[in-house]
């Protein structure tokens, strides 16, 4: 840990409510920082760096990282006097705080734990510059870590209720009973909600939708020394890729899209090397642009030489008006913070859970750290980001109750 931090491990048995109604009993068995206050500049930003180096290092790819990663969130936040619920949604970890006004103007700040699969050296944290290098860092440990900074220096404040929630399981591809919804349910929603998705400082106000596809591909075995009696389903698979990537919706572009895309995932056919596979199938990730209609998307890949759709997971595109209120005083709140002067201008490649605020009725966007390579050998964030970014969400409440006596005041 850095200087300053103390680290108190402890196995401690803590009654939680996440509703008021239902009470669970979660064993903590982590590090619970018990950290000064804040320190002023020039110090800044040494907390949002060592929260985030602390949490790349678990692996929350794996239950047990996310176990850990939670506990020790849990433990974070507790220390700083911030009453902390917890539960557990289809076995994982969910973390929810509510701190500031007792009513009034609500924001959801949202995060999540959960990683892509990494290798074991991408979570030992390292820094390169003003690069802090690591599987999560990016996508979305650092935004992650400024987000608890935030909830605790926006604790005091009694003119906007803060909600902090937390969950693990972002990167699934599930589509049903998400913890995001799941907490959407039990009131952790409000008049605006931020998702510390990777943005670059930049409030994202759109992003493509998600059909994740299976499809599976017939063929006929035979020997591997007579491939010509058979009839091979992994180089149909392949060409079946082919002919999705060249459809029609691939070549579309939007104001804030070049176009959409289609990734091959997975791949899995055959059983020996000498026998030419009769079954194959193929996962692949396709991202469509608002207005496109998923439906007329699936019915073309369907109607693909050899398609059987077997599986879909699918979200919706975000759409959010640049001109919504709180969107405003978001991109207000990042000129005055950090070095961003158009903030209003990101359309995401990639989708959240933001669709389950929006769902709900909330308005909600992007907004994110810089960095680069998430999901990748290298992924990284800015340290200094990190700290425009956390001052940016403090900048944003604080701001609210003014805006809201003069709501004439607009970023153009």
Known sequence: ?????????????????????????????????????????????????????????????????????AAFVYGWLEARDIEVKGDRHNGLPVLAATVGARSGPTVVLHGHLDVVPGNENQFTPRVEGDRLIGRGAYDMKGGLAAMMCATRDLAAQEAVKVHFVCVSDEESDEQEARASDFLVARGYAGDFAITGEPTNLHVGIQAKGVLSVRLRVSGRSAHGSTPWLGDN??????????????????????????????????IAGGDAVNRVPDACTLDLDIRYLPGQDPEQILAAVGARDGAEIVKVFHREPIVVAREEHYVQVLAEAVSNTTPVTESIAVGRDGTSEVISFLNAGTPAVEFGPAGDGHHGPDEWVSIESLAHYREALVEF??????RAREPELRIA
């Open 397 to 402: 409440v604080g701001l609210i109750p003014a």
């Open 1 to 69: 840990m850095r200087a300053g931090l103390r680290v108190a491990l402890v196995g401690q048995r803590v009654d939680l409510a996440l509703d008021g109604l239902a009470r669970v009993n979660l064993t903590i068995r982590a590090a619970r920082l018990r950290a000064a206050r804040p320190r002023p500049y020039p110090h800044r930003f040494m907390d949002e760096r060592a929260l985030t180096e602390r949490l790349i290092t678990y692996d929350t790819s794996s239950l047990e990282g996310l176990q850990g990663a």
């Open 233 to 266: 389903a992994v180089v149909k698979a392949v060409d079946l890729f082919r002919s999705v990537e060249s459809l029609a919706f691939t070549r579309e572009s939007s104001d804030l899209f070049d176009r959409a895309s289609v990734s091959l995932g997975r």
